[in-house]
């Protein structure tokens, strides 16, 4: 034994210093290379990521095109836009989810409002500091602060998630016999719209309403918009007596069909009817002018008995002679049986509605004073929930209603999913194929919103002039940047130490890394176009995000997702 140690310690000093500072020097790339056999190396992970990306780009390229020749223009967009969430989303929604989901899966996806949560309110914190730090005024910061909150949730990250599940390996989750690829694509896009929704919801009611208000909600801005609403009154005043002027000197309507934009001037409210539209010489008062608005109002037939009569709520008005209509005479309506026979159903049925109120109202007077105070309250509350409820709720949303229910219920899902059967040859197939055209459709009108010729040609804003490229770069670092970096970290733990079923899932990982730096959402284009918040940038924060930067975010972004998934294992 001590002669073997004596051998052992024979080996000179020097060639022992090099073997360990080799071994020191290799073993980093045998771990990296063992840790890394489920997925490929970094040359090909590129190439996977660039081809998703590079799918994206070219479903979107026909909507670009088609927009800058002039055949997709806002209000086309928006009628797909809308289509698409009413008709096409909901049919996705209801078979990627009615087809996965489980009782067990359920009580597993919780942990998707927790994390939601937590990216926005990081979100916030950080682009409330990085609006501090470019000293924005409370608007710009409240854009910022709305790009960075509200990312991508749909188009972008379901488009990637369908292209990876087919070209990355190593996604498969060993926890479901028999995983596929296709599997995953369905489990991806599941998460992704429970995402969306909670979105949603936050973005239509807090963007919508505060942090993408009108100019005119801040005080700041009120007393510049007021000054200039008058102007425009004072304008309008004048434009009208000089339309009044131009018919007694008896311009012709091809004289005004002549006329540009700006000389022609249609006042407000005014109903143009056919051989009287002009005011002649006839309606003038004896004195050779005009009768004034006032005028009118107290005498309508100032114009003529041809002439519309005035409104007498509103003197500026003119409107049509009321018509009498059948429905306005007591009598039954002359007609055949059918005729008679709806109009003594509704009158029955307006009757029994009027006797059942009066009923419930002598039953509510004769209960005491605090019974009714806590009727009134219930009544109140039911109310209002009812209204929140309804307006919460969208197609969407009751897709995944519909299919929380079909996959809660065996029997229904059997019938609906069951290979062979009728209802899936049939509905089943139907609703497929609808789901199919959703996100092809929502990437024709990214690319058409990415044309950005849809913002309005007049309207300039000073301020955005001024404050244009740092609400741009702010934006930028908001939303694609810092959340990323902060949340990396608190995803690895939550994947490495949360005991939740489908923080396993491969997919799911990815699907929450893609959300923490995924561009604004397309959504906000909207928003911004409708209240006037500053178009201009939001159109080239659009360009930035989904043209120049999504290939390298991407890319970063699904590589440490990767490395979570496999420190985590």
């Known amino acids: 034994m001590h002669s073997s140690t004596e051998a052992a310690f024979a080996v000179p000093r020097s060639y022992r210093l090099t073997q360990l500072a080799e071994n020191a020097y290799e073993t980093p790339f045998r771990v990296f290379q063992n840790t890394h056999d489920t997925h490929p190396d970094l040359a090909h992970l590129v190439l996977l990521v660039f081809e998703a990306v590079l799918e994206v780009v070219c479903v979107s390229l026909p909507g670009y095109i088609v927009a800058r020749l002039g055949h997709f223009d806002a209000d086309k967009q928006k009628f797909l836009a809308n289509l698409n969430v009413m008709l096409f989303t909901p049919c996705l929604i209801f078979t990627k989810l009615a087809s996965q989901l489980n009782a067990e899966k359920l009580s597993d996806l919780a942990i998707i409002p927790a994390i939601f949560i937590i990216q926005t309110l990081v979100s916030w914190v950080v682009a409330t500091l990085v609006a501090k730090a470019f000293r924005f005024n409370r608007r710009a910061s409240n854009f910022v602060t709305a790009m960075g909150v509200f990312g991508n949730s749909n188009s972008l990250p379901i488009s990637l998630v369908i292209s990876l599940s087919q070209t990355l390996k190593g996604l498969h989750w060993d926890r479901i016999p028999g995983d596929n690829d296709d599997e995953v694509a369905a489990r991806g896009i599941l998460y992704l719209l429970i995402f969306q929704q909670l979105g949603q919801l936050v973005r239509w009611s807090w963007g919508y309403h505060v942090l993408l208000a009108p100019k005119d909600k801040y005080p700041e801005y009120q007393t510049h918009i007021i000054e200039e ?24 309507e091809e004289d005004d069909d002549n006329r540009s934009d700006s000389e022609v001037f249609v006042p407000a409210g005014r109903t143009p009817v056919a051989g009287t539209s002009r005011v002649s010489l006839a309606d003038a008062n004896d004195d050779g002018t005009l009768p004034s608005k006032k005028g009118l109002a107290k005498n309508p037939t100032a114009l003529g008995g041809n002439h519309p009569i005035l409104n007498g709520e509103d003197a500026d008005m003119l409107s049509f002679p009321r018509i009498r209509n059948e429905d306005d005479v007591d009598d039954a309506p002359k007609g055949g049986l059918l005729s008679r026979t709806r109009h003594n159903v509704a009158k029955k049925t307006t009757a029994i509605k009027e006797s059942t109120v009066e009923s419930l109202s002598r039953f509510y007077q004769s209960l005491p004073k605090p019974v009714q105070a806590l009727l009134h309250g219930v009544k109140i509350a039911w109310s209002k929930a009812s209204n929140f409820f309804w307006e919460f709720m969208n197609p969407p949303l009751w897709a995944m209603l519909i299919a929380v229910l079909v996959a809660s219920v065996p029997t229904l899902q059997r019938l609906f999913f069951e290979e062979g059967s009728f209802v899936n040859n049939s509905v089943t197939n139907a609703v497929k194929s609808n789901g199919g055209v959703a996100v092809p459709l929502i990437l024709v009108v990214l690319g058409a919103n990415l044309a950005r010729n849809t913002m309005a040609k007049d309207n300039y804003d000073p301020e955005e002039e001024q404050i244009g490229n740092k609400l741009l770069i702010a934006a930028l670092i908001s939303r694609m940047v810092l959340p990323t970096v902060i949340m990396a970290p608190v995803l690895a733990i939550v994947a490495k130490y949360v005991n939740v079923s489908i923080l396993d899932d491969p997919i ?62």
């Open 229 to 252: 609403g008058q102007y425009r009154d004072e304008n309008h005043e004048e434009h009208e007596t000089r339309a009044l002027i131009d018919g007694l000197d008896g311009d012709t």
């Open 508 to 569: 799911f990982v990815i699907v929450c890394f893609l959300l923490t730096g995924a561009p604004s959402a397309l959504q906000l284009a909207q928003i911004c176009q409708i209240n006037n918040v500053y178009e201009k940038t939001m159109g080239r924060i659009l360009f930035q995000s989904y043209v120049i930067w999504i290939l390298p975010s991407t890319l970063v972004l699904v590589m440490i997702a990767l490395e979570v998934v496999e420190w985590a294992r």
